[in-house]
């Protein structure tokens, strides 16, 4: 059936660094990709979205690269901060369902 | 804007308890909803989603229900708890993109 995954479940890094994270989709009809950061206790907050019309798209400190050819997806953050310290998912929606379908999520672990 | 609220935040119930977990959404008009449920360490399962007043629809067989007696509210209920229902639930609304709510912790005892 169709998912979402991520590559590593975990990724640390020094405060100030740029991260990325990735993320597997395997529905090639997917259309729609969204990133969203959960840190404890709370729930899950937009970060940044973009279709598939679209290669990049950049936020506030945030880039999201989009690689259809390898149904590949990646969160880029530049200048980490403990802020940035959370678990990451990333969701995709199209195909016959419809439906956003969420990956399993990658921690994000800032050391300063 | 919007803002969507749930409650309550943390529940501890015991084993055959009846459930009733509630949201709501403010600043928008027939919003589609979804419960989601999201066990210590893992991704976010769909369980209910609504796109109008008494439409529910269910994702995954369960000891659970949803009902939608108004436009903006949604609620997440169980007649008897299993222990297995312990988990984090999250309301949610939006469209293409998906809006949360802050969650509401149960816990099964």
């Known amino acids: 059936g169709e998912s979402v995954g991520l590559h590593l479940p975990t990724l640390s890094v020094q405060e100030g660094d740029n991260s990325i994270i990735n993320c597997a989709y395997s529905n090639s009809a997917s259309d729609y990709f969204i990133w969203y950061k959960q840190e404890s206790g709370k729930g899950p907050q937009f970060i940044i979205d973009?279709?598939?019309?679209?290669d990049k798209r950049q936020g506030q400190r945030v880039t999201v690269l989009l690689n259809k050819t390898v149904k590949h997806l990646s969160l880029q953050i530049a200048a980490t901060q403990p802020g940035d310290s959370a678990v990451y998912f990333c969701a995709e929606k199209g195909g016959a369902t419809n439906k956003l379908i969420f990956g399993t999520g990658t921690l994000l672990a800032v050391q300063p | 804007s919007q803002t969507i609220h749930q409650w309550p935040a943390t529940l501890v119930q015991p084993v055959g308890s009846p459930l009733s977990l509630e949201c709501t959404v403010e600043?928008?008009?027939?919003?589609?909803l979804y419960w989601y449920r999201q066990a210590a360490g893992r991704g976010l399962q769909l369980l209910f989603y609504s796109v109008g007043i008494g439409q529910i629809s269910s994702e995954v067989p369960q000891n659970l229900s949803a009902s939608r007696p108004q436009d903006r509210q949604f609620i997440l209920s169980s007649k008897k708890l299993l222990l297995s229902d312990s988990g984090f639930y999250l309301c949610a609304w939006g469209g293409n993109t998906i809006y949360f709510g802050e969650g509401s912790w149960l816990t099964v005892v």
């Open positions: 973009i279709r598939s019309n679209m």
């Open positions: 600043g928008t008009s027939n919003p589609n």
